[in-house]
Antibody
């Protein structure tokens, strides 16, 4: 069974950093593109970034370029999202997904507030 | 404002059919596959339709997708109360070099 489990969310002050992790099981991570999607409270889905199978290709939503970095460690079956210079508007539930939403994690909540 | 435009709400009665539209442009829907997702409050989205009209295993054939030019459509036939959820479309956008979502449609089963 495909499972994706996000972790690393929490409360952080504006300007701070967080690193989200997504642990994958039930499939071979190295065979798939992986994606981060976020959802602000009461709002719709927003695509954040994706990364190809070996990590050589990455795409980001324009508004986040330079602050967020997606990466992966196939040997550890893990996907990551490094988030720097966090702002209040980054407050959201962050989901990892296989390909473009073929499977999803339960999400991890990031709250940026002083 | 979302790059893909969906109606904010839709409704129907049990047994009826309803169609949700997703309007884009030549740089997204017009040249790429469209995906649809279903989301219940407080839960992760679920893939409903991929590559325009393909259903993952387990998705009832009451759900179908179709495309016409730069618009895509999710049709739900034989509405059930359990279909009441938020629905989102998504597609790759060449101009943005990224994926874009519609703003979501809240479906109410009256």
């Amino acid at each position: 069974e495909v499972q994706l489990v996000e972790s690393g969310g929490g409360l952080v002050q504006p300007g701070g950093s967080l690193r989200l992790s997504c642990a994958a099981s039930g499939f071979t991570l190295s065979g798939y593109w992986m994606t981060w999607v976020r959802q602000a409270p009461g709002k719709g889905l927003e695509w954040v970034a994706n990364i190809n199978q070996d990590g050589s290709r990455k795409h980001y939503v324009d508004s986040l370029k330079g602050r967020f970095t997606i990466s992966r460690d196939n040997a550890k079956n893990s996907l990551y999202l490094q988030m720097n210079s966090l702002r209040a508007e980054d407050t959201a539930v962050y989901y990892c997904s296989r390909d473009m939403g073929e499977s999803w994690g339960q999400g991890t909540l990031v709250t940026v507030s002083s | 404002q979302s790059v893909l435009t969906q109606p904010p709400s839709a409704s129907g009665t049990p047994g009826q059919g309803v169609t949700i539209s997703c309007s884009g442009s030549s740089s997204n829907i017009g040249s790429h596959d469209v995906y649809w997702y279903q989301q219940f409050p407080g839960t992760a989205p679920k893939l409903l339709i991929y590559k325009n009209n393909q259903r993952p295993s387990g998705v009832p054939d009451r759900f179908s997708g179709s495309k016409s030019g730069t618009s895509d459509f999710l049709a739900i036939s034989g509405l059930r109360s359990e279909d009441e959820a938020d629905y989102y479309c998504a597609a790759w956008d060449d101009s943005l070099s990224g994926w874009v979502f519609g703003g979501g449609t809240k479906l109410t089963v009256l």
